[in-house]
């Protein structure tokens, strides 16, 4: 049932079962209808959600998140977006997000800086841009519970949410209030911090008019939902009222728990009465202390007509919020819509926006792709008869699960600037008898040359290939020829040392792994650049490793991301008088000492020895200090074998 029909059956079977306050507001007559949604729109964002959990895990390496998705559309279109805590930006953890929806969606994520895993249906979640993630495929689970017993295999379970119909959610990492370590899912569940999205379009708004009151005040009712002996809210409410004549003749009816506190935004004077304290947003350090409201529905009512309310101009029942927007005009009278006459719903047409929003070509190798799935397509309800480039006889050729459109950049009217290839596409669709048309652009790096460079100052004058153990090497990656047009990030970086030693990450999405690695300014033309810490480590030495790194380059205003990987490799050397991994410094520096503290020793003690020996039984000795080797033997087998790496959060020496 909609959201405003549940207001409606509540306001009605309040008002005819409820006494509701004495005087005035024992009889109010008042028939509560939908308002024109020119007149009157309500909005909201909130953290309940009707089943979910938070736990904490403060020492996991891999957090999951599992978000479960239910929508009244075949089709919608999400926004989400994970945040990474500030605590956890240096060396963000990385997450695995399980999304499981009923129907389609067309999905615009958003995760800056963090390593983010994806375990999503292919045939369901729409891509607006190619995610920048790693996938995990995910069982074909039928039943949640089995979908949540597979996620905690993965990792630590941290937050577990079911949504009904979300347009926006926002997911914010590492804002577990101290709680339970382990997630239990409950039924209607406040996911504080961790969790806030906004629902599918705006709320149903009611209004009526008080009968037996003369004038023009308006009464604007929200009635917000939550536990009352929850912690303390505070709700933000945004109000516009569009006023032809100065400021309206208007009252703000809240009623909530006295545990939420109103920080009220509004603009035009009005006059507030809540249930919590509440203050305004211009003057956030002045509190009103708030009143005693009814409880009922029809109580509202009577509250609005004892304060000379003639008209309810909006009536809403929220849940638990923390941002509530409310939009009205004021003046004019009340104007509802016409009860809705049930019909059955007409059948879905194709959405000409969301089908052009997969068009994305790719550009590699000389030849531009752009590959539609279709059964995306079929979730969108469209129905193609044609792809072609701008040239008509370019077409598109079945794929079996893909529909691809692909030409050389010499063909099909193909026009190219440097490393930007252009065309357009056209779309026949059955519904609709003129085509879709859309240009269409591709950044390729077909003749750009990429290198990796190793050097160990900060000069970056002299590349080497080489590293001794203890040395801090310094990493730049150049593309040649420079363009203008182009940039680039560093968005990974890992040192694989062979199958007996784990790989050592250096960089994880654009950001510092650990402590040992330092982003550093870029060079000229816009160089990465940064510098790691090669340390000695127990365990097998290896004699070379391979530095492999990602760059992520984007042409200016171009929206497409591309990715490429270059690699070099790294001799590891060490001294070959310890033979045991230290370095030839290290070596000499003990061997001196050795040699040194053995002659001090070896004359003090002879000094000793002559001084207090009597003079008549003096005789020569020849004492025979222990040789520098052998103190060097000994610091040696202390140490043992060791291993290079780079410094790590894991194997920190």
């Known amino acids: 049932m909609d959201r405003g029909a549940l207001v409606l059956a509540s306001a009605l079977l309040l008002a005819a079962c409820s006494g509701g306050p004495t005087g005035l507001a024992e009889n109010v007559h ?15 964002i909130t953290s309940q959600v009707s089943e979910g959990c938070v736990a904490q895990a403060p020492n996991a390496a891999l957090e999951v998140h599992v978000l479960f998705l239910k929508f009244l559309n075949a089709v919608s279109q999400l926004e989400l977006i994970l945040q990474a805590s500030k605590s956890n930006s240096i060396h963000p953890r990385e997450v695995l997000l399980v999304l499981v929806t009923n129907t389609s969606v067309l999905l615009q994520l958003k995760a800056p800086g963090i390593p983010l895993h994806l375990a999503y249906d292919a045939n369901l979640v729409i891509f607006q841009e190619p995610p920048e993630v ?18 905690a295999t993965k990792g630590h379970l941290v937050s577990v949410a079911s949504l009904d119909d979300p347009s926006s959610i926002l997911l914010r990492l590492g804002q577990a209030a101290p709680r339970s370590p382990y997630c239990l899912p409950k039924a209607q569940q406040d996911m504080g911090r961790t969790l806030e999205w906004r629902p599918q379009g705006p709320m149903t708004v009611w209004g009526c008019r008080l009968e037996g009151v003369a004038g023009h005040k308006e009464a604007h009712i929200l009635r917000v939902q939550s536990k009352p002996d929850a912690e303390p809210r505070t709700v933000t409410l945004k109000v516009e ?3 032809t004549a100065g400021d309206p003749d208007a009252v703000l009816i809240l009623q909530t728990p006295p545990n939420v506190f109103w920080v009220i935004d509004a603009n035009h004077n009005v006059q507030v009465w809540a249930t919590g304290g509440y203050s305004y947003k211009i003057f956030p350090e002045k509190h009103f202390l708030g009143s005693e ?13 004892m304060l000379n309310a003639s008209v309810v101009a909006s009536f809403v029942e929220l849940p638990l919020a923390s941002d509530i927007s409310l939009r009205a005009s004021c003046g004019g009278g009340l104007q509802t819509s016409p009860a ?6 007409p059948e879905e047409n194709c959405s000409p926006h969301l089908l052009l929003s997969m068009v994305q070509p790719t550009c590699a190798n000389g030849i531009m792709t752009l590959a539609l799935n279709k059964a995306h397509v079929k979730a969108l309800q ?3 008869t044609s792809l072609t480039f701008w040239d008509p006889t370019c077409r598109a050729e079945d794929g079996g699960e893909q529909l691809v459109l692909r030409s050389n950049y010499s063909s099909c009217g193909m026009k190219m600037t440097p490393h930007v290839v252009s065309n357009g596409v056209v779309i026949s669709i059955l519904s609709d008898s003129s085509p879709l048309r859309q240009d269409i652009n591709c950044f390729h790096t077909d003749g750009l040359t990429f290198q990796l460079g190793l050097y160990l100052s900060s000069s970056f004058l002299q590349a080497s290939s080489t590293m001794e153990l203890g040395q801090q090497g310094f990493v730049q990656v150049t593309v040649t020829p420079s363009i203008p047009d182009i940039t680039f990030l560093l968005e990974s970086c890992h040192l694989d040392l062979g199958p007996e030693v784990d790989t050592v990450e250096l960089i994880q999405a654009q950001a510092a792994k650990s402590s040992c690695v330092s982003l550093l300014p870029p060079g000229p033309d816009g160089a990465p650049r940064f510098s790691f810490l090669l340390r000695v480590y127990r365990g097998p030495m290896p004699t070379a490793g391979t530095l492999n790194c990602t760059v992520t380059l984007t042409a200016k205003n171009l929206p497409q991301e591309v990715k490429r990987t270059v690699s070099m490799r790294v001799n590891i050397v060490s001294s070959d008088l310890s033979g045991k991994g230290l370095v ?6 003990i061997t001196f000492g050795a040699f040194l503290i053995g002659a001090l020793l070896t004359a003090a003690l002879w000094f000793i020895y ?5 003079p008549s039984k003096r005789e020569p000795v020849v004492a025979v200090a222990a040789p520098a080797s052998s103190e060097s033997s000994s610091t040696n087998h202390s140490i043992g074998s060791t291993q290079s790496t780079p410094c790590s959060t894991s194997s920190m020496a």
């Open 30 to 44: 008042c028939d509560l209808q939908p308002v024109d949604p020119d007149r009157g729109e309500v909005t909201y």
């Open 134 to 151: 790693n996938v995990t495929e995910m069982p074909p689970f039928t039943f949640n519970t089995k979908i949540l017993d597979w996620a």
């Open 241 to 243: 009222l569009s006023c």
């Open 293 to 305: 409201l009814p409880e009922t529905t029809q109580g509202l009512l009577g509250k609005a007509r």
């Open 340 to 345: 809705p006459i049930p019909t059955t719903p």
């Open 382 to 384: 469209c129905h193609i």
């Open 584 to 589: 030839l410094p290290a070596v000499l520096g």
């Open 610 to 614: 002559s001084h207090t020996r009597p």
